[in-house]
């Protein structure tokens, strides 16, 4: 059975910092590029950033970029996101997810899910 467990989601302050992760187990996420996406509450779910399987290749939603990084430990099976300069706008559930190939941005196409950690910025 596949699975993605996210953990490191929780409150923490403006200007704060949080690193979340991501294990996956079940298979082997060889050829698999992970991402990461986030839902607020009334809001549409949104992609904020992507690896390739090799771990060579990031992307980040504009929203992310210069504050957060993406990483991945092939040999633990497990993705990262290390959250710097929060701001209230980055509460949201934090998603992991999996999809066979290229990174997307597009959520509809990943295979694999995880059930989300919260994260709450408090101003």
């Known amino acids: 059975q596949v699975q993605l467990v996210e953990s490191g989601g929780g409150l923490v302050q403006a200007g704060g910092s949080l690193r979340l992760a991501c294990a996956a187990s079940?298979?082997?996420?060889?050829?698999?590029?992970m991402g990461w996406f986030r839902q607020a509450p009334g809001k549409e779910r949104e992609f904020v950033a992507g690896?390739?399987?090799?771990?060579?290749?990031?992307y980040y939603a504009d929203s992310a970029k210069g504050r957060f990084t993406i990483s991945r430990d092939t040999a633990k099976n497990t993705v990262y996101l290390e959250m710097n300069s929060l701001k209230p706008d980055d509460t949201a559930v934090y998603s992991c997810?999996?999809?066979?190939?290229?990174?997307?941005?597009?959520?509809?196409?990943?295979?694999?899910w995880g059930q989300g950690t919260q994260v709450t910025v408090s101003s």
């Open positions: 079940g298979r082997s996420f060889s050829g698999y590029a």
């Open positions: 690896i390739n399987w090799s771990g060579t290749s990031t």
């Open positions: 997810a999996a999809r066979r190939g290229l990174v997307s941005t597009n959520w509809l196409i990943h295979q694999y």
